[in-house]
């Protein structure tokens, strides 16, 4: 991949650089700036280079529609406080405005395109709609720089089509995400433990097959031990539940176990008898639970042992909290899991958005890691050994 220095002179260039923006939000207020920090770096570095940087992000799902409910408003404005430099959003993607905001920028000026996912080509299935948007935003630039790492396993037109009508390099950021991953892939330490949780059920399971080949142990929480304990047959009530998932699991499930590696699931789960931050709480065991309830976090026993696991490993990346972990009452199991990757001897990697967003709501540092990476679903790709778009088209 080339870097950005390998772009040459850039004074007075047009540099559009996608950024992962994709920050949680309460209403407008950002709960979380990782992200945004993240791609600090890349742009002084742009800026610093003399160069007129254009930023290219997205928020949310607005789905090929202009809705202000996801405006990069919030984000730019929290980019503008962090770089202490005025950062202009364009009222649309690659309209009007968007060229004026351009053809307004002075040498080491920074402005943002609205979300790129206001257009029905950003992530069109169809490679002519991409590439047509593409050619738009390449009309604004003239390179481009890729260090969007939470979005780089999209084949979408700002991050994938783009690369290839401009001089293009990797940010910085995407630098540093691939080396953690390339370590985590290589020869890592072990014993070498993967802890999965959080919500995206249906895409993860599909990692675990891969997993089970790379890891020693797999530890499972969050939402999709539902899936896990219904396989094995177990009650599992109101919870989340890919039904059309479970003989899938029931194969990994003997994969793993002719394989001699291990899967651990929890014993006992926090259970509520509908989803409310303030619901009637009871730990119940994992083989037993009422049809009535779901479940919202592993149990303190389960926690317990989940921590043992990772403790005693030398390599951990762990991605999806282990359950409702915005909610404080469903935060134990996270808590449980974050504290044990930070003792341990070796190299722990926490990814995705909702899971860094957690440690650091917990109360965690950021160097209490090895490495937080801005991305979830392009790490557990990457892990899996999936070929990614958005890297293999800046391959030299
Ligand atoms: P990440 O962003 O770190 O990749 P995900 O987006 O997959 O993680 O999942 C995070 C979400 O999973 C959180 O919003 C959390 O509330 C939810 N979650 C975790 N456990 C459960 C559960 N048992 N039931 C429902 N939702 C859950
Ligand atoms: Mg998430």
Known sequence: MKSVTDLGDLRGQRVLVRCDLNVPLDGDTITDDGRIRASLPTINQLREAGAKVIVLAHLGRPKGKVNSEFSLAPAARRLSELLDAEVTLADDVVGDSARATVEALADGQVAMLENVRFEPGEESKDDGERSELADKYAALGDAFVSDGFGVVHRKQASVYDLASKLPSAAGGLVEAEVEVLQKLTGDAARPYVVVLGGAKVSDKLNVI???????????IGGGMVFTFLAAQGHEVGKSLLESDQIDAVKGYLDEAASGGKQIILPTDIVVVPEFAADAPATVVRADE?????????????????FA?????????????????????????GTRAVAEA???????????????AAA????????DDFGHISTGGGASLEYLEGKDLPGLSVLAD
Request: hydrophobic share 45%; glycine share 12%; aromatic share 6%.
């Open 209 to 219: 097959a891969n997993l089970i080949r790379t890891a020693d142990t797999l530890v």
């Open 289 to 305: 639970m009422p049809k009535d309830q779901l479940g919202l976090d592993i149990g303190p026993e389960s926690a317990e042992r």
């Open 308 to 332: 043992a696991v990772i403790e005693k490993a030398h390599t951990v990346f762990w991605n999806g909290p282990m359950g409702v972990a915005e909610m404080e009452a469903f935060a134990k």
């Open 341 to 355: 990757l930070t003792k341990v001897d070796g190299l722990s990697v926490v990814g995705g958005g909702d899971s």
């Open 359 to 366: 440690v650091r709501d917990l109360g965690f540092a950021d």
